[in-house]
């Protein structure tokens, strides 16, 4: 008897949340797909899609889609205990991370001085409310997190919610590693294999070759033979690589959750990099099966090293610290930067204070826009 395929429980269908669906509509190894969002009207249209989408492609999807608000969480947790998913897959954010891209040149880049990490507050709002109704659930399975998890997930760690691990960032680097070393070598990509510790922060200016000072470790094999001596790795992981801006960023992100969620769901053990694995900043060399996450070991490399490493770039995103407590200190100048273009003020943000600052920032943001004649409307 076939046994059937797992069911994933996927929270968020924004833009990527939606291209992540598209994709899974496309997996014979999936057996349920639930996707949830607040928009009705949206998600049912999503679902849709995604479903005549896959089964043109000659597959046969089986998804369900479930209006659902994480600031429920009673009924989410209801929900969670229900459904008893195989794996939960959480993109939800209460904005999405592009639309500064929007700004005018001489706005988007004075905004920019902020870093990243600005917008800690929403990312890190909705990620809480999912593993605060989890934990309501009583729910031991996997949890796979995409919002900014370099940090979201290690302000987690520091309450004790802290998902399985998070996806993307990191991960979505070592294909340009691997493809550059393999052009350099002249041997096949199929023989290069890296180990990278890289904070999300490392992201950008890899792709876009604005060499920084910012920590990371890197080693690359061929063959499994070390060739790292015989290739400049700050040359390689800088030189630029243009790719387009905006949402389209989502179908890279996706290949590389598609892949983790599979091999979280796999009882062999596969190798791979992710972010955040149990909470630990930046992201790793990992080893994901039977629906756990953990690092690998790296040759001359302690894992307290590797940690270190990431936690010296979080200020590159902006983020000075975080708390035993789960606060985040921002750097000064994320704060002069935010105080002189939004009015907005922040210098620490709280855990559970998360959600009424988002509302906050993301309102002042949109009056920062508006000023600059730029409507946000049809893209949130």
Request: net charge negative; hydrophobic share 45%; charged share 20%.
């Amino acid at each position: 008897m076939v046994q059937p395929g797992p069911t994933i429980l996927l929270i968020g269908l924004g833009h990527l949340g939606s291209v992540l669906l598209e994709l899974m509509a496309r997996q014979e190894w999936i057996g349920r797909i639930v996707a949830c969002s607040r928009n009705r009207q949206r998600g049912e249209a999503r679902c849709n899609l995604a479903r005549l989408g896959g089964m043109a492609q000659g597959f046969s999807p089986d998804i369900e889609y479930l209006q659902l608000d994480l600031a429920d969480r009673e009924r989410c947790a209801e929900t969670v205990r229900r459904l008893d998913p195989d794996l939960v897959l959480g993109t939800a954010t209460m904005q999405t991370w592009w639309l500064p891209e929007l700004l005018p040149d001489d706005a988007a880049q004075r905004l920019k001085r902020a870093r990243f990490g600005m917008w800690l507050p929403c990312h890190l709002a909705p990620t809480l409310a999912l593993m605060e109704a989890l934990a309501e659930a009583e729910y031991a399975g996997p949890v796979l997190t995409a919002p900014f998890p370099d940090v979201v997930n290690c302000v987690l760690d520091r309450i004790e919610l802290a998902p399985t691990c998070g996806v993307g960032n990191l991960d979505e680097i070592v294909p340009k590693i691997r493809l550059g070393a393999a052009q350099r070598l002249e041997v096949p990509v199929e023989t290069i294999q890296v180990q990278l510790v890289a904070h999300h922060a490392l992201e950008s200016a890899a792709f876009s070759g604005a060499a920084m000072p910012i920590p990371y470790f890197l080693r690359i094999l061929q063959d499994g033979r070390d060739v790292t001596p015989e290739i400049n790795t700050d040359q390689l992981l800088f030189t630029p690589y243009p790719l387009p801006g905006g949402p389209a960023i989502a179908y890279l992100t996706s290949g590389s959750t598609l892949r983790l969620v599979e091999a979280v769901l796999k009882e062999t053990v596969t190798l791979l990099h992710a972010p955040a694995p149990g909470g630990l900043p930046g992201g790793y060399p990992v080893m994901a099966g039977s629906g756990k996450v953990a690092p690998t070991a790296i040759e001359g490399l302690s894992l307290e090293e590797a940690i270190a490493i990431n936690e010296r770039s979080h200020p590159f995103d902006g983020i000075e610290r975080i708390a035993e407590d789960g606060t985040a200190v921002f750097v000064g100048e994320t704060v002069e930067t935010l105080r002189t273009e939004l009015g907005y003020d922040c210098e620490r943000l709280e855990p559970h204070a998360a959600e009424r600052r988002g509302n906050e920032l993301i309102a002042r943001f949109r009056e920062y826009a508006a000023r600059h004649g730029v409507d946000l409307e049809p893209f949130v």
